[in-house]
């Protein structure tokens, strides 16, 4: 039996894979160790392995956020095993989660296009990172809660075109108070400004939301992915953002000359591809 686990910060999905080839799938609490108390980390690890009543697997595999040193993984692989008997152990981070998920075993560029957005190289075994993030606030180029800000940046300047504008107000509080406090109050700004993106999708045969759309995506494009050999490798996406938008993002890296690849709306599907699992 293995179990694959990819977490997120809003929630953690699960497969069991029985040595019948059967496959449960479960969902539970996110995890997100650079952003949670190990604590809660831990809790929320115990909580749905004591749920699922499994004492014993051929492999363990855990993808989650924040693993960026031998320690953290260290505590965490100790907690595992002191849960679960477990022959093979693997943790890793989200970005392994994503190369894997999208190129397999084979060498190739790997981005994240959710919410926010993240790139790596992967060689095939690791990853590296040509450039970093830098969160909703200072990068996130191509991400669903950089789309929001943008739009709602030019909404309180009076930028938005009609009909735009007005359906926007007949669908938000669209009020500079509303809007304010939508953002500055949220508990999760970032998770705000994304809902955005699904609206605005739905109008892309509008000119503006047409080029706002296709401008954040070429930021993405000019700012990260100019920093790899897109010459030599093609570029696979993991992401609801990316997944629902691969034409649009297809068609601007194809003008660049960039090839794309795989695209998955969550990595546990191509997960469990990379581990010998039928999906």
């Not at 115990?46 to 505590?75: C, H, M, N, W």
């Not at 994503?98 to 992967?122: H, Q």
């Not at 045969?205 to 494009?221: A, E, G, T």
Request: include cysteine; charged fraction near 20%; hydrophobic fraction near 40%.
């Amino acid at each position: 039996m293995k179990i694959i686990v990819e977490a997120g910060a809003t929630k953690s999905s699960w497969r069991i894979v029985k040595g019948d080839g059967e496959v449960l799938s479960y969902q539970f609490q996110g995890m997100n160790v650079s952003t949670m108390p190990m604590e809660h980390v831990l809790e929320v690890l115990s909580g749905a392995l004591g749920s699922l009543g499994e004492t014993k697997a051929d492999g363990f595999y855990l993808y989650v956020a924040g693993i960026v040193t031998p320690q953290i993984r260290e505590v965490l692989g100790h907690c595992i095993r002191g849960w679960i008997e477990v022959a093979d152990l693997d943790i890793q981070n989200d970005l392994v989660a994503a190369a894997r998920a999208v190129c397999g075993r084979s060498p190739g560029i790997a981005a994240i296009l959710g919410t926010g957005s993240n790139l790596c190289f992967y060689d095939g075994d690791s990853v590296s990172q040509p450039v970093r993030s830098g969160g909703y606030i200072i990068g996130d180029e191509g991400g669903g809660a950089v789309l929001g800000k943008l739009f709602l940046a030019d909404y309180i300047k009076g930028l938005v075109p009609e009909p735009i504008a007005s359906e926007f107000a007949e669908s938000h509080d669209a009020t500079y108070e509303g809007i304010v406090n939508f953002v500055y109050k949220s508990p999760a700004p970032a998770g705000a400004l994304g809902s955005l993106a699904p609206w605005l999708l739905e109008r892309y045969d509008n000119p503006y939301v047409k080029n706002l759309i296709d401008r954040n995506f070429q930021s993405f494009i000019d700012r990260s992915l100019s920093h790899c050999d897109t010459n030599r490798y093609p570029v696979g996406v993991v992401g609801g953002w990316g997944y629902v938008c691969r034409d649009i993002f297809t068609r601007l890296c194809e003008a660049k000359g960039i090839k794309t690849g795989r695209f998955e709306p969550e990595p546990i599907s191509g997960l469990m591809k990379n581990h010998g699992c039928a999906v």
